[in-house]
């Protein structure tokens, strides 16, 4: 007989204070608190972690990577959104 | 070289110490024989932490007794030249992992103990002993929250699940008194402010233990009678096979370092 | 990333790779780009991966097994210590890997079923018995070693998922072998008698050890696609040669003799091993090694006893939900 699946679960670890949680991978648990001590006990053996998010995998929507041009490549041409793109005299010192 | 025993002069103060120290170690190998054979991935990495935590403690704790004993003893000695009449751990820690629910309600029952003991240690006049109870107590709150999720989802899983549950709760019960007992060697400690008083963390322990079964579903016994002996080398018939397992290379090859 | 959900009917339905999406494709992999999970990618490509990296997953799962067998008898508290973290660590990894093997649509339980169904590979050098602690010392030393020399390419191996799971286990694999170098040099330095059984250890596992290279370049059967796909960068033979270089040295030191008399050092100062019984190793691929029967009797065995607790944790995960939704009804 196959194995029935436990759901699949993503994990984020916020390593030090100020710092942002990170993906660090994925593992199976079948609800929410199993999948919080599960990732504990996986993920942050050797001190890694202050903070750690759980979030089922499903609940994730993504970018198409065939849809790449449309949603990332007019960004690239809008330079004037950084600051290099403005001349400002070097004896008004930095800004 | 002939194989023998070592010789521990058990004062107070080593006794008590070796007693904990033997909990731990026995109760982390027990966990450590699950390492590869768990119901998932997930929990052979969760109780392969908890038996890291436990064998820390023994070690920290093996090294204070040989320290406060004073003689040229040392953790390995301890660990593996002291024969099962000689050992002073719990009954409870020295049970066979059973099923998967055996070992988690003998988890659950021992870091429901544990949990509240360290705490209390974190006071103790002894500074050494101090300063391990303010390590484990953190250990121990984590395997007493691992171990309660499991045995609500045993209990309140499957039919199957609660039944397995229940059968290790009943067997089990028996060996949770002897976490309580004190004897006299250990009261000179206890009005020295070095150990605390157990009886003074029965009812909470009571009640978390109630908490818990309560939302599992599960039943506590009503049988009041508890097995006792483990402290004074009187044990199951488990732990001499324990022993012989854990101590094979030291009694094969005696003397050697490795 | 690193969900199933992403890879759905869609990447299937476009699996006539049209040769314009195959050629764009390998000019992603010729310029260094990482593959990610959802990007379109070849079906043969998606098929080579979730075989190798499975059975990577596998080889680490089965591994904890030999090693397993000596941590309740590790001779002292240190050594205990060291056996069960570096063996969960494998666990650990065995992890990764199926959670980087899932991004290209497989579960973990398929995946699973198949390996305990004999449909799926894991090392053959798992398949011989630990029988002293010298071996546990030669398995860190030798087996971890030749794994390193093996993953260290992989951590740039094109796909993303694979090459950060590599990255995360070369990482914390940096003490294993070191845990195992450690115990040869204790029984070196030892009585005679556990010299010898160090150099017993090693003359059991050298051969094996260099098997685990794979079958030489000339009849290697995958190598000529995972090369252009760039998941593999290194021909077997070329890692065996770096292991024995790296290895002779590390032996010498110990004072061990290699169990090869035809070894020699040629001009440019590689160590030349002789022959290769291909024969054993194929026995033992085959299923006839020394262990295959007893290492996949306890994984399933393992498996087929958890059955109960997974389906009871399901239930309660059920049963919780519906009570949630319940309460929020009423």
Redesign the interface.
């Known amino acids: 007989m196959?194995?029935?699946?436990?759901p699949?679960w993503?994990v984020f670890i916020r390593s030090r204070n100020g710092l942002a949680h990170k993906?660090v991978?994925?593992?199976?648990?079948?609800?929410a608190?199993?999948a919080l001590?599960?990732a504990?006990?996986?993920y942050t053996?050797?001190g890694e972690g202050l903070s750690i998010w759980v979030v089922p995998?499903?609940a994730?929507t993504?970018s198409?990577?065939?849809e790449k041009g449309m949603m990332f490549e007019p960004a690239e041409s809008k330079i004037y959104r950084h600051p290099t793109f403005y001349d400002v005299p070097e004896e008004v010192g930095h800004m | 070289m002939v194989v023998a025993n070592i010789e521990v002069s058990e004062t107070p103060l080593v006794l008590y110490t070796l007693r904990r120290a033997d909990d731990a170690l026995i109760l982390g190998h027990r966990l450590s024989e699950w390492c590869g054979h768990a119901p998932m991935l997930e929990e052979d990495m969760a109780l392969s932490n908890i038996a890291l935590d436990l064998i820390g403690q023994a070690r920290e704790l093996y090294g204070y007794a040989a320290k406060a004993e004073g003689k040229d003893n040392d953790e390995d000695k301890l660990a593996y030249l002291r024969d099962v009449r000689q050992y002073r751990n719990l009954l409870l820690v020295e049970q066979p992992n059973g099923d998967f629910a055996q070992t988690l309600v003998r988890q659950f029952f021992y870091s429901a103990f544990a949990d509240l003991y360290w705490r209390a240690m974190m006071n103790s006049r002894d500074a050494t002993l101090a300063a391990v109870a303010a390590k484990s107590e953190k250990e121990s709150a984590y395997h007493l929250r691992h171990s309660s999720e499991w045995i609500i989802r045993l209990g309140d899983g499957t039919e199957e699940s609660h039944a397995r549950a229940q059968a290790a709760i009943d067997r089990l019960w028996a060996f949770t008194g002897e976490m309580f007992a004190v004897d006299d060697s250990e009261r000179g400690l206890i009005d020295a402010g070095i150990a605390i008083d157990p009886i003074a963390l029965r009812e909470r322990w009571l009640k978390t233990v109630t908490n818990v079964a309560g939302e599992a579903t599960l039943v506590l016994p009503q049988n009041d009678w508890m097995q006792q002996g483990g402290r004074f080398g009187r044990h199951s018939e488990h732990l001499g096979h324990l022993l012989s397992e854990l101590q094979s290379m030291q009694r094969t090859f005696p003397g050697l370092t490795w | 990333m690193y969900t199933q959900a992403l890879n759905t009917a869609e990447a299937d339905d476009r699996s006539l790779e049209d040769v314009a999406h195959a050629a764009q494709f390998q000019a992603r992999i010729d310029a260094e780009e990482r593959i990610e999970p959802n990007d379109w990618m070849p079906a043969a490509y998606r098929k080579t991966l979730t075989r190798q990296i499975s059975q990577h997953a596998h080889s680490e799962i089965v591994g904890m097994l030999p090693e397993g067998n000596w941590i309740t008898r590790a001779p002292s508290l240190r050594r205990k210590a060291a056996l069960l973290a570096k063996v969960q660590d494998e666990c650990g990894h065995g992890l990764y890997l199926y959670a980087a093997a899932e991004t290209l649509g497989t579960s973990r339980e398929e995946l699973v079923d198949a390996m305990l169904a004999g449909k799926a590979k894991y090392s053959s050098i798992f398949n011989y018995p630990t029988l002293t602690w010298a071996d546990i010392g030669v398995i860190g030393w030798l087996v971890d070693g030749a794994a390193i020399m093996n993953q260290i390419p992989l951590c740039r191996c094109s796909y993303g998922p694979y090459a950060r799971a590599m990255i995360r286990v070369c990482k914390e694999e940096s003490f294993h072998q070191r845990q195992g170098y450690e115990i040869m040099l204790t029984l070196c330095r030892g009585s005679d008698e556990q010299k010898a059984m160090a150099q017993d250890a090693l003359n059991r596992w050298w051969w094996p050890v260099l098997m685990m290279f794979g079958p030489p370049d000339k009849v290697s059967q995958h190598s000529d696609a995972s090369t252009k796909w760039k998941i593999k960068r290194f021909s077997n033979d070329e890692l065996r040669q770096k292991f024995v270089d790296a290895t002779v040295p590390q032996a010498q030191y110990l004072g061990l003799t290699i169990p090869d008399p035809g070894m020699t050092q040629d001009a440019e100062g590689h160590w030349r091993y002789s022959e290769i019984d291909w024969t054993e190793f194929k026995q033992v691929l085959a299923g006839n090694g020394p262990c295959n029967r007893d290492r996949m009797a306890a994984r399933r065995k393992a498996h087929d006893e958890g059955a109960w607790v997974r389906e009871a944790a399901a239930a309660y995960a059920k049963k919780r939900q519906y009570r949630q939704s319940a309460q929020a009804a009423e």
């Open positions: 196959a194995t029935p699946n436990t699949l993503e993906h991978g994925s593992l199976h648990a079948s609800d608190t199993m001590q599960a504990r006990d996986i053996r050797r995998s499903t994730i993504a198409d990577p065939a």
